[in-house]
């Protein structure tokens, strides 16, 4: 089984990949190989790295959803996105202004800085999240929606894949980015620990 989440950047991308991490999952996040394969319509290249791994979050993997859905069928899709399309709009834009001009966000909104294009923007993320919906209209087995914000996390996650439930929290509203980032690093401490342990218990066999 394939899991990809087909939210746009900004809307708890890392969030999810690192759930699908702690599962174990070899995961893939934004690669900017697949993208530029994406882009030219390499089609072929950008499935090889998909038959490589096991879960997809971030570039180029949201614009994907249709042909990894052919040619993976059992494929488990996941949606994220913001409370509503402002906050995302932020979020979007403070990315930007901390990294600078990308070329992701010249090919997906049109503009390498979004600042002076909210409507645009706004909509091609509410397109993007519509189509999403439409394309997997009543196949529920299939596809999940959340909201961090809106207190979704690991009891949807885990119950839509089929996984244990974590017993580790899970934030249900991203209130601010301090609280935020200090769960997703002591997540992430949590999973090199594991890691650690995993190879020694393998040395001591």
């Known amino acids: 089984m394939k899991i990809v989440g087909v939210g746009l950047n900004k809307t708890g991308t890392t969030t999810l990949g690192v759930c699908l991490k702690y599962w174990g999952l070899k995961h893939l996040s934004c690669h900017a190989e697949a993208f530029e394969a994406w882009r030219r319509k390499d089609l072929d290249e950008v499935l090889e790295w998909v038959a490589r791994h096991d879960s997809f979050e971030d570039w180029p993997w949201p614009m994907l959803y249709r042909e990894i859905d052919r040619a993976f069928p059992g494929t488990k899709f996941i949606l994220t996105r913001r409370k509503d399309a402002e906050t995302w709009f932020k979020s979007l834009c403070a990315h930007a202004e901390r990294t600078g001009p990308t070329r992701y966000r010249e090919v997906i909104y049109g503009h390498a800085m979004p600042h002076r294009h909210r409507a645009q923007c706004i909509r091609i993320y509410h397109s993007h999240n519509q189509a999403v919906r439409d394309y ?39 209130r601010s980015p301090g609280p935020w980032n200090r769960w997703v690093n002591r997540l992430r401490r949590v999973q090199g620990m594991l890691s650690r342990f995993s190879t020694t218990e393998g040395r001591s066999l």
């Open 136 to 174: 997997f209209h009543n196949r529920p087995q299939d596809f999940l929606e959340v909201c961090w914000e809106e207190g979704d996390g690991w009891d949807e996650l885990a119950k839509f894949l089929g996984f244990p439930r974590p017993s580790l929290p899970f934030p249900h509203a991203n």
